[in-house]
């Protein structure tokens, strides 16, 4: 039943998922293409963060589904990512 519910969502949002797929693949190419440059992966991770939480909330803007709760879960999943891809820049 799990299932059935998730693979719904996918393909009722499937722009919104190719978007973020999109998004978070050029970033992890930038990532690579910008090593050694630890100023420029610094820049990229801050980039991926905000595109994550704006993506999230536009994504729950455009289904009516935007909490503050949603807002809030979307910036800590990006910061909590974004500091452990800053920690591999040290």
Same mark, same amino acid.
């Given at each position: 039943? !799990? =299932?059935?519910?998730?693979? !719904? =969502?996918?393909?009722?949002?499937?722009?919104?998922?190719?978007?973020?797929?999109?998004?978070?693949?050029?970033?992890?190419?930038?990532?690579?293409?910008?090593?050694?440059?630890?100023?420029?992966?610094?820049?990229?991770?801050?980039?991926?963060?905000?595109?994550?939480?704006?993506?999230?909330?536009?994504?729950?803007?455009?289904?009516?589904?935007?909490?503050?709760?949603?807002?809030? =879960?979307?910036?800590?999943?990006?910061?909590?990512?974004?500091?452990?891809?800053?920690?591999?820049?040290?």
């Amino acid at each position: 039943m !799990r =299932e059935f519910i998730i693979n !719904r =969502e996918l393909n009722r949002h499937r722009l919104a998922y190719a978007v973020l797929m999109i998004g978070l693949l050029m970033a992890m190419a930038s990532f690579w293409l910008a090593w050694p440059n630890r100023f420029y992966q610094r820049l990229i991770v801050l980039g991926l963060v905000a595109f994550y939480v704006v993506w999230g909330t536009l994504a729950h803007l455009h289904t009516d589904h935007v909490t503050r709760r949603v807002v809030y =879960e979307y910036l800590g999943v990006g910061v909590v990512a974004g500091l452990v891809l800053l920690l591999v820049t040290l």
